[in-house]
């Protein structure tokens, strides 16, 4: 089969929980399924290259509510030339266009990562158009991956006919031994809560910083993620700050990355909105011990109540930051269905069964 897929910005090495999830899955597909990955050239840094995948780099822009539209119209117009047997794309948004397509006789195939209309970084405008783009890309596909089976769940029957739950997956990481990054940034093993993510509002940042000034601790907190079109909130996150010590050291991964995860006292996930995060898995990987947000996504890993807090509660998030700063320690957590491999082999089994199925549009509304 001949895949395109469209909607990420692109892998490796490029921040976001639905480029992880592209470089994860795509090169363990079987070595039959040729993808082609549309990147935003913008984004585009490294040169790594795999068997089985072909990049197409194409112009976007990095101004805030058009570069995912521009670049999913470029990339979709560029894909009916191709006329590839499926095309994969991920998340509502960059569905808009996914009518061109199967006018063109081209089967479509959605990942359903986050009702991104629900995020408030996105004005009144931008939240619709999104909407749109929800009706649009659930009707017109011919298979959906829910990679949240709480999000799955609110639509009609119809919808789950055609619907399939396949959660994130993770590496089981080893962590190292090796400290010479951390301590760059001044920072000491065991002695640091953290945090990752993009630098956005849904992400709790600032709940996580006000919950962080309210404790007395000698521990530093470090913000991990960059700040992209989101600069007024970054500055917003550096007012927050108050006479204790927190690091931002902007976007890592590989080693870097591994060391602050092996050394970290705590994990803190504080968003407000989440598909499925990522970011979690790699904390519970790590085996550290977390605290997060009581939001749906955080349901999806098996945790103890005592894990959770209310949603953007800073002074119940303060509690809990004293309490498990008092006795760090590691933790085991059950991880077996969220393996890439097991993933990877359930997404070409839908590619198989979606090409044999024969062309069909399902209303919203029926």
């Known amino acids: 089969m001949k895949i395109c897929v469209i909607g990420t910005r692109g892998f490796p090495e490029i921040q976001g929980g639905v480029e992880k999830h592209c470089e994860s899955l795509y090169p363990l597909l079987p070595s039959e399924d040729k993808v082609?990955?549309?990147?935003?050239?913008?984004?585009?840094?490294?040169?790594?290259?795999?068997?089985?995948?072909?990049?197409?780099?194409?112009?976007?822009?990095?101004?805030?509510?058009?570069?995912?539209?521009?670049?999913?119209?470029?990339?979709?117009?560029?894909?009916?030339?191709?006329?590839?047997?499926?095309?994969?794309?991920?998340?509502?948004?960059?569905?808009?266009?996914?009518?061109?397509?199967?006018?063109?006789?081209?089967?479509?195939?959605?990942?359903?990562?986050?009702?991104?209309?629900?995020?408030?970084?996105?004005?009144?405008?931008?939240?619709?158009?999104?909407?749109?783009?929800?009706?649009i890309a659930l009707s017109r596909s011919s298979s959906i991956i829910f990679v949240n089976k709480f999000q799955m769940n609110k639509y009609n029957d119809c919808i789950k006919k055609k619907s399939y739950y396949i959660p994130n997956g993770i590496q089981i990481n080893t962590p190292t031994k090796k400290n010479d990054y951390i301590c760059s940034l001044g920072l000491s093993p065991q002695k640091y809560i953290l945090s990752?993510?993009?630098?956005?509002?849904?992400?709790?940042?600032?709940?996580?910083?006000?919950?962080?000034?309210?404790?007395?601790?000698?521990?530093?907190?470090?913000?991990?993620?960059?700040?992209?079109?989101?600069?007024s909130y970054g500055n917003y996150l550096k007012k927050l700050v108050g006479t204790k010590v927190v690091v931002f050291p902007g976007y890592v991964?590989?080693?870097?990355?591994?060391?602050?995860?092996?050394?970290?006292?705590?994990?803190?996930?504080?968003?407000?909105?989440?598909g499925f995060p990522l970011v979690l898995l790699e904390a519970l990987s790590y085996k550290l011990n977390v605290i997060v947000s009581d939001i749906p996504a955080t349901h999806l890993v098996n945790l103890q109540k005592d894990d959770y807090f209310e949603k953007g509660n800073v002074k119940m998030l303060a509690s809990k930051l004293k309490e498990r700063l008092k006795n760090p320690q590691l933790k085991s957590y059950q991880l077996s269905e969220f393996n890439w491999?097991?993933?990877?082999?359930?997404?070409?089994?839908?590619?198989?069964?979606?090409?044999?199925?024969?062309?069909?549009?399902?209303?919203?509304?029926?």
């Open 36 to 135: 082609i990955v549309f990147r935003r050239k913008g984004y585009v840094h490294s040169v790594q290259q795999y068997p089985n995948i072909r990049f197409i780099d194409l112009p976007s822009t990095k101004i805030k509510g058009l570069e995912a539209v521009l670049h999913s119209f470029i990339a979709t117009i560029y894909t009916i030339f191709i006329h590839p047997d499926i095309v994969h794309i991920h998340n509502i948004g960059p569905a808009l266009f996914s009518p061109l397509l199967t006018l063109a006789g081209i089967k479509v195939i959605l990942t359903y990562h986050s009702p991104n209309y629900e995020h408030n970084k996105w004005g009144f405008f931008a939240k619709h158009i999104l909407l749109l783009s929800e009706k």
């Open 196 to 231: 990752v993510g993009r630098i956005t509002p849904e992400k709790g940042f600032d709940c996580l910083i006000k919950a962080y000034n309210l404790i007395n601790t000698d521990c530093k907190l470090v913000i991990v993620g960059s700040i992209e079109a989101e600069s």
């Open 253 to 274: 991964f590989g080693e870097r990355l591994n060391q602050l995860y092996s050394n970290a006292a705590l994990y803190v996930l504080a968003s407000y909105n989440e």
């Open 341 to 366: 491999q097991q993933i990877a082999n359930n997404v070409h089994r839908i590619y198989v069964q979606t090409c044999k199925k024969k062309s069909c549009i399902v209303h919203i509304g029926d």
